[in-house]
């Protein structure tokens, strides 16, 4: 399915012969590109502006201010506005008595569920705050904020290989299954960041069932690009929650969703799903800070979508905007490194906001260094693994969704050449 | 100034001659008020529908995406929408750069505050859930909301009586010189809830510049009601982040305020303000779990309110809403239990939302429970005391907001009712 592709060039070039001739060609692409004087920016998964413009509507409404005779405007709710739980449970797979719906970020809920872990502990355990040293996987490369959140918490990270068809479950198992101070993993299920995997239903299942030393152990489900197909292709994303329940673990995953790249990426609304008893348990400590979500963000949602046929006509009016970014990625990486398997590859994802480059081991923050002074900002070389450190210096996430076609363009060519120099050097030293 | 009114009555009745008299007068008053099946809510300080309306416009707003350059539909500025930062500021008189604009819910950035001071430390001071056991300084009556937080993270509460200009200085200075682990203290500073008390200046500056045995001691500043005036006497919140910084305790005071009962109170903005330092600190922990606020939300306030006049007009037509509201629980109270200062006594606030009833001690719950079996659902007795637990058992909040007009009217009678009974139970016994 999704995953890292593997170029397939008739025209494979060899290592090159000569290293210090190849370098010069490079350095001198290179100088070319500085003097362009270029001034981009691939850092961040936004949407661009073409794309809030598909929900420029939401800005004039809701028209009324009652839903399911709710007064949205005052307080009360906290689970959120019933006929938006409805529409989403749909479209997430599950329940709506499973079903949370709240502000504009599901990294609040996030940090949320991990700081409620840490301060009184998760429904079925105790605080791990009090349990000494904790650790959690996480697949790499993955998503730098989950990552500098647990490193705020000070829970230590594990990194775990993500695969095309999810992580490598086999070492997952092997982890958690003698070491009970490993509390928890990271999973964006459908379209990771950044390598566009899916986690196939058999890699669920076996995370769903796994013996655990920790008997309350966590699945953190990002669930972010679930429904941010770039092709026909509608990938369904596992249904872990089912799967859980089905395996005796009912509570063991946290599902988070969101709308940020959907409708507003900064005044969208964001999901939890859970177990009930687990929703119950967030709803108890969220109540210590809230006397309910922003319901007339809500209705002003339900409204715009009407039911899940209208979120995903919606969807396909993005992937019309940014397929053809994503296309462009692809056509320029092929065009100039196409021929240089061994000094790139990268990924070719059906969805989600991201494509990851892999380049000559030892050269990513080079790339990165070369790429900025010629006027390209990337993430920088490491974001997409645990304290920042890609042990390969080997990763870039690239985000084409916020800069035009063109400008998508002309900042990958860039990137291509700062790719083929550093690499030229590496070779030549 | 503001703070418990001295009812002064010609006709102040003696007690009793005859208890048992009394108490069948009072129960017959009783059994006709149950004979009507009332069903009345008097419980939480929520606006009512008319003070909602007030802001309809705000459901058509913002008229643009773009605000100071910024497209507030997209991620980012994690402080607040600047527009809305400097009305607010000028409002809540403070510099722009001490004031944080977020989401729907001042108690939501209460909590955030608490859980980072916990997990991370104060910006000057180390973890506090690796400090042992910690107290925080509680004026009673006050906030319910306040003192479930502390309950939930553990920490203990220690009253402070709460005076018609502020907490008794003399017993807050007494305890913190010497405890250092007094970590901090809650203060509603104008229009209490639910005393209506005001903090004044002088009391403010000695809160300021008093020596505390915790060096990083906080003082919660929730300014829920400073713009909430029932009167022509628009009171000015005493200035505290500018007392603590002249006293060389800048980092004392965290501020918090919102729009909930000035537009929605389920879909306002919220505000922290505090010195920068505070600021800095609370935004790289907040950043852990947001990559901006609703900046759409900010932006249709400042639209809707255009500056801080506006908002000043605004209020005023809440005022004039609401004012009669509790102008008939002061017209009902003294016309029915005037003439009974030892058996009930009660605040006439010129702000805020509630009136605190002290009924005739050992007497409290018994009214509440009285109330509600005549259909008058009143907040639980001793809900503005920590724990629950008012001492004196004396203690009523009376919450006018919500409920019509003639439903206040209705309900303060019943409340009457059921308090003169209360009494004539207790004095026959």
């Known amino acids: 399915m999704a995953g890292p592709a593997v170029p397939s ?55 009324t201010h009652t839903s399911g005779g709710v007064d949205v405007r005052n307080y009360g709710g906290l689970e959120g506005l019933l006929g938006l739980r409805e529409l989403f449970a749909e479209l997430l797979g599950v329940q709506v008595a499973q079903l949370v719906a709240q502000g504009n970020a599901s ?12 301060l009184k502990g998760p429904v079925d355990g105790t605080p791990w705050k009090d349990q000494g040293p904790i650790k959690f996987l996480c697949p790499v490369p993955g998503y730098d904020r989950h990552h500098a959140l647990l490193e705020w918490l000070g829970i230590e990270m594990v990194p775990v290989p993500m695969e095309a068809d999810g992580p490598d479950v086999a070492v997952v198992e092997a982890l958690v299954k003698d070491d009970p101070s490993i509390k928890g993993m990271w999973l964006v299920p459908t379209y990771a960041n950044p390598s566009g995997s899916v986690t196939e239903a058999d890699k669920a299942a076996r995370l769903a069932a796994m013996p655990t030393a920790a008997s309350d152990f966590k699945i953190l489900w990002d669930n972010a690009y679930g429904l941010h197909h770039l092709t026909d292709v509608e990938t369904k994303t596992a249904d872990i929650i089912s799967l859980a329940a089905a395996n005796g673990n009912p509570d063991r995953p946290i599902m988070f969703a969101s709308t940020s790249k959907i409708t507003f990426a900064g005044a969208g609304v964001s999901f939890l799903a859970a177990s009930e008893r687990n929703v119950k348990w967030y709803l108890g400590h969220l109540g210590m ?6 319901k007339v963000n809500h209705l002003r949602h339900l409204e715009f979508f009407k039911d899940a046929d209208g979120v995903r006509a919606h969807m396909r009016k993005h992937a019309a905007l940014i397929k053809p970014k994503f296309d462009a990625v692809q056509e320029v990486l092929s065009t100039r490194l196409g021929r240089y398997p061994h000094i790139a590859t990268w990924t070719e994802p059906i969805g989600g906001y991201f494509v990851s480059l892999d380049v000559l081991p030892g050269t990513a923050s080079r790339v990165v260094q070369l790429a900025k002074e010629a006027g390209v900002a990337l993430t920088p070389a490491g974001a997409s693994f645990p304290y920042g450190v890609d042990p390969q210096d080997t990763n870039i996430r690239l985000a084409p969704t916020f800069p035009s076609l063109d400008e998508v363009r002309v900042a990958m060519e860039a990137v291509a050449t700062c790719v083929l120099l550093a690499a030229a050097e590496k070779l030549a030293d």
Chains 1, 2 share one sequence.
């Open 107 to 118: 990294l609040t809920l996030m940090k949320d569920v991990l700081v409620d872990c840490m």
């Open 9 to 63: 060039h008739s025209d494979i070039a060899p290592l090159p012969d000569d290293p210090a001739a190849f370098l010069a060609t490079q350095r001198s692409a290179y100088d070319d590109l500085v003097a362009q004087g270029l001034k981009f920016d691939l850092t961040r998964g936004k949407p661009g502006p073409e794309q809030l413009d598909l929900s420029e509507a939401l800005l004039t409404l809701p028209t």
């Open 289 to 294: 800070g809230s006397i309910g979500p922003d």
